[in-house]
C-alpha cells in the first residue's frame, strides 16, 4: 500500500468517525424540539435524494435497478434506517445526557457484536482471542451502562426498554453491513444508494401511520427551522459526507484497517459531551478504554492471522503439486 493511498484512507476513516462522533450530541440538542421518529425520517428522506443524484449522475439510470434483489434491499434499507435510526435516537433521547455516551459507545461496540451474529449464522466459532475481546467489550458497555453501580439494576434509575432500543438498533446496522455482501459487483454507492431510498421509504410510511393514530406528533414548520443548524449538520456530515467518505477509505485501506478508526466515534463524543458540560464518570471513561483495548487486540490479532494465512497460501501456489510435477515429467 502506498503512503499516499494509507494517508487519504486514514483521512477518509478519521472524518467519517469524527462526524459520527459528533453526530449524538449535536442530535441530543435537536431532541429537545423534534420527535425522533419524524427526526430521522426527515434527515433520510433528504439524504436520500443527495444520493439519488449522485448514483445518476456517476453511474446512470440503470444504477437503479434492483435486478431481482428487491426484497434483501428493503429489508437491508429497513434495518439500517430504520431500526437503527428509530431505536438509536428514541434511546438516547429517553436515557437523557447518559444516552449520548451510551449510544456512541454502542456505535464502537459494532464490530465485536458482529462476530456474534455471524457465529450464530454460519456456526463457525470464532479464535478465542476474538472471544476474549469480545467478553471484554461487554464488560465496558456494562460500566458505562451502570457507571460502575451494579445496584442500579435493582433501583429506578435504570430504563431497559431504552438501552434494549439501542441495542436492538446496533443489532439493525450490523446486519445491514454484514447483508451488503450479498450485492457482489454493486458499487458501494448504489448499495447505499438504494438501500437508503427504502429503508427511509419505510421510515416515512411508519411516522405517516403513527401520527395518523396521534401516536406521535408531526413537526411544525417553525419547529424544523429552528433546528436547521443541527438538521443541515446531520444530513450534510454526519449522513452524506461521513458515509460517502467512509466507504472510500475502506476502498483504500480496506475493511480490517479501516474498522480501528470507530474508536473515534466515542473519543469525539466524550469531548463535545465534556465540553457542553456533561460530567463524565471514571467508570464511563474505563469501560471506553475497555472497548477501545479490545477492539484494537482484535483487530490487530485478525490482521496477524490474515497475513499468516496469505503467506500460507502464497507458498502452497508456489509449490508444485504432485500431479503437475507428474505430468512435466
Same mark, same amino acid.
Given at each position: ?37 419524524? $427526526? ?45 435510526? $428509530? ?21 464502537? $461496540? ?13 456456526? @463457525? ?17 456494562? $460500566? +458505562? ?28 446496522? +450490523? ?21 437508503? +431510498? ?112 496469505? @503467506?500460507?497460501?502464497? @507458498? ?14
Amino acid at each position: 500500500m502506498s503512503a499516499s493511498r494509507l494517508w487519504k484512507g486514514a483521512l477518509c476513516c478519521f472524518i467519517a468517525a469524527v462526524a459520527w462522533g459528533a453526530m449524538f450530541p449535536v442530535a441530543e440538542s435537536a431532541l429537545h424540539h423534534l420527535d425522533p421518529f419524524w $427526526f430521522s425520517t426527515i434527515r433520510y428522506v433528504i439524504v436520500s435524494a443527495l444520493l439519488i443524484f449522485l448514483l445518476l449522475w456517476k453511474e446512470g439510470r440503470q444504477a437503479f435497478r434492483a435486478e431481482g434483489r428487491f426484497f434483501m434491499l428493503w429489508m437491508s434499507g429497513t434495518f439500517a434506517f430504520t431500526v437503527y435510526n $428509530f431505536g438509536i435516537f428514541w434511546g438516547q433521547k429517553e436515557l437523557g445526557k447518559s444516552g449520548v455516551l451510551l449510544a456512541s459507545i454502542m456505535e464502537s $461496540f459494532m464490530p465485536m457484536l458482529a462476530v456474534l451474529i455471524i457465529w450464530a449464522v454460519t456456526r @463457525k466459532r470464532p479464535r478465542m482471542i476474538t472471544l476474549g475481546c469480545v467478553i471484554a467489550a461487554f464488560i465496558g458497555v456494562l $460500566f +458505562v451502562v451502570t457507571k460502575g453501580d451494579l445496584g442500579m439494576f435493582s433501583s429506578g434509575e435504570f430504563k431497559p426498554v431504552p438501552l434494549l432500543a439501542i441495542f436492538i438498533a446496533v443489532v439493525g446496522w +450490523v446486519i445491514y453491513t454484514i447483508s451488503s455482501g450479498q450485492f457482489k459487483g454493486w458499487s458501494a454507492l448504489r448499495i447505499s444508494t438504494l438501500t437508503c +431510498v427504502y429503508g427511509s421509504a419505510t421510515s416515512l410510511i411508519v411516522v405517516l401511520v403513527l401520527s395518523a393514530f396521534d401516536q406521535i406528533q408531526a413537526p411544525a414548520i417553525s419547529e424544523l427551522t429552528g433546528v436547521w443548524p443541527e438538521m443541515s449538520f446531520m444530513i450534510f456530515i454526519a449522513g452524506l459526507l461521513a458515509l460517502l467518505c467512509w466507504l472510500k477509505g475502506i476502498e483504500l485501506l480496506s475493511p480490517v484497517n479501516g474498522m480501528l478508526f470507530i474508536n473515534f466515534v466515542p473519543a469525539t463524543t466524550f469531548i463535545i459531551s465534556i465540553i457542553q458540560g456533561y460530567q463524565v464518570s471514571a467508570a464511563e471513561i474505563l469501560g471506553t478504554v475497555i472497548i477501545t483495548c479490545a477492539l484494537i487486540v482484535d483487530n490487530v490479532a485478525s490482521r496477524r492471522a490474515h497475513n499468516s494465512q496469505a @503467506k500460507i497460501n502464497g @507458498k502452497r501456489s508456489k509449490t508444485p503439486s504432485r500431479s503437475s510435477v507428474a505430468q512435466q515429467t
